[in-house]
């Protein structure tokens, strides 16, 4: 199996579990447990614009994310969650989830159409990163695939807590 095979199977089980923790009402997609930590809804609008940056950084595209889309959901234009006090980032709510899904799609499919068309070669290619430089598929690999599942871990714990399955609960059942 190609580099690029092997991240486009890891990532469709990483989005199919993102579209998955999407199904809940609104007060449990923003339950805070009173320890702290964040919402679910954060994690699905914080790894989609991470996700969102870093495809756009590699295919030199812009970023799906826009004002329209901010407006539609609510949340801010700038910024993408890393860095927020957990203080903020509790108080993320997502006005329009539905909107949230849309972005997220729109997101998935640009990623699916760079990985469509990336080589084994494509993904060696090294690009600015915070201390230094990473190659094209260090970023996908730590940022998105591992970094997301950190959250899925994350999301299912929240999940739990209110008594919900976790996501992808039936995966490897049928």
Do not use: K
């Amino acid at each position: 199996m190609s580099t690029v095979a092997f991240i486009q199977r890891s990532l469709a089980f990483t989005h199919a579990a993102l579209v998955d923790a999407r199904n809940g009402t609104d007060d449990q997609l923003h339950f805070v447990p009173e320890q702290g930590s964040h919402s679910i809804a954060w994690c699905l609008w914080h790894t989609s614009r991470v996700e969102d940056l870093i495809i756009s950084r590699v295919s030199g595209q812009e970023q799906v994310w826009n004002e329209d889309w901010a407006a539609r959901t609510g949340l801010p234009f700038d910024g993408f969650g890393t860095g927020m006090s957990d203080e903020d980032a509790q108080q993320i709510q997502i006005t329009d989830l539905g909107a949230l899904g849309d972005y997220q799609d729109a997101v998935f499919a640009r990623t699916a159409t760079f990985l469509d068309n990336a080589t084994d070669a494509d993904l060696e290619r090294e690009i600015p990163a915070r201390n230094g430089t990473e190659s094209v598929g260090e970023a996908i690999s730590l940022h998105m695939m591992g970094h997301f599942n950190g959250h899925r871990g994350e999301i299912n714990t929240l999940r739990g807590m209110q008594g919900m399955p976790t996501v992808m609960a039936a995966q490897g059942t049928h």
